[in-house]
């Protein structure tokens, strides 16, 4: 599986050295860092894992390491109410399921010890997975919480690659999007400007969890896009 792990803003330095070990335990290898807390701690900790962290890209932001995947997996230890309402968090073996046969780059976001991710960074993933835990303790480690991820994806079959099921890139699924939100404009649907954008949010919530190759994405994109068209010209003949 082409996926990285990304820690993003990781507090402790010892916590990233204990997830490059737990990435090489399950054989994964790419790992970016967010503005890293990365000492030699971190390489004592990784102990025969070391060149996972001398081979980690590290980035200044967010935004750059987002732009750096096909498919976005944000991590999540909130029960999945209030914090981001248009989709609830799949379990690690239903991303494991999601995931099967897919061939594109795959980020696994893991935010800090203290916060996780923000709200504002778990809405620009295409998914959000939690490690379901006891209510008497339901916070995990970090490096936990990487390790119970990484086995579930470990378990993984690896399948032959089909060369014309090309994953969607992230470019191209946002212009199925942008193309969604025209036929909207044309529609005039809904006439409230707002509820338009929440139409549009859970469409793009709709396209991140399909898991769409590139040829589907360009499918979908034809009909929409004749749609809005049509409707425009009806309304240039009207006036």
Not at 149 to 175: G, S
């Amino acid at each position: 599986m082409n996926a990285a792990v990304v820690l993003v803003e990781p507090e402790g330095p010892a916590n990233v050295g204990m997830v490059a070990r737990t990435m090489k335990n399950f054989g994964f290898s790419q790992l970016v860092l967010v503005n890293p807390n990365l000492t030699e701690e971190s390489y004592a900790y990784a102990v025969h894992a070391k060149d996972v962290l001398d081979s980690a890209v590290i980035l200044d932001s967010f935004e750059d390491a987002l732009e750096l995947f096909d498919l976005a997996v944000g991590t999540t230890g909130k029960p999945g109410k209030n914090y981001i309402p248009d989709r609830a968090p799949i379990m690690p073996w239903e991303l494991r399921e999601t995931l099967e046969g897919y061939s594109g780059r795959v980020g696994l976001f893991f935010g800090r010890e203290s916060i996780g991710l923000k709200n504002e960074e778990l809405a620009k993933m295409d998914l959000t997975v939690t490690v379901p835990t006891s209510e008497a303790y339901p916070i995990m480690n970090l490096a936990q919480s990487v390790a119970v991820i990484l086995y579930e994806l470990f378990k993984r079959k690896p399948e032959p690659a089909v060369e014309a099921l090309k994953p969607a890139t992230r470019k191209e699924k946002e212009k199925l999007v942008e193309t969604w939100a025209g036929l909207l404009r044309a529609l005039n649907y809904p006439k409230d400007a707002e509820r338009r954008e929440v139409f549009i949010r859970v469409f793009r919530r709709f396209v991140g969890r399909a898991v769409l190759y590139g040829r589907e994405v360009h499918t979908l994109m034809g009909p929409l896009r004749k749609a809005r068209i049509k409707l425009e010209e009806c309304h240039n003949a009207e006036r």
